[in-house]
């Protein structure tokens, strides 16, 4: 394990002389970077000094991004206080969890046809009785 620090430590380097910010209990120093980073330096001078864990899940960074914070990355929290890193999950699905996924698929069938045998039918009974 490298360097360990305490929040207290990461919390003095909080300006754009000295930017760090803390990642999953993970201290990056990104000073350098500041200029280069995307979103902007404001972004993470908001973060300075502090976890900035869920602002940079919230984001959704790449993983190339994910690479590219080993070579900032100066040490950890210290064990005692150290935060429990939360998995963020994403549900891409649109399927309720509770219906089978063949039924949503059905679903999506049955209304279009139907909508297109009453519309057939309006028609053709409009037409004939005219």
Wanted: net charge negative.
């Amino acid at each position: 394990m490298g360097k360990q620090f305490t929040l207290a430590e990461v919390k003095k380097h909080n300006d754009n002389h000295s930017t760090w910010i803390i990642i999953h209990n993970e201290v990056y120093d990104v000073t350098k970077f500041l200029n280069e980073h995307p979103g902007g330096e404001e972004v993470l001078l908001e973060q300075a000094g502090k976890d900035g864990s869920e602002a940079f899940e919230d984001v959704g960074h790449s993983s190339d991004a994910r690479e590219m914070m080993a070579k900032y990355k100066v040490g950890d929290i210290v064990e005692a206080e150290r935060k429990p890193v939360k998995q963020k999950t994403h549900n891409w699905s649109t399927v309720d969890s509770e219906a089978q996924p063949n039924e949503s698929s059905l679903m999506s069938w049955i209304i279009p046809i139907t909508l297109g045998v009453i519309a057939t039918i309006i028609y053709r009974f409009y037409f004939q009785s005219h």
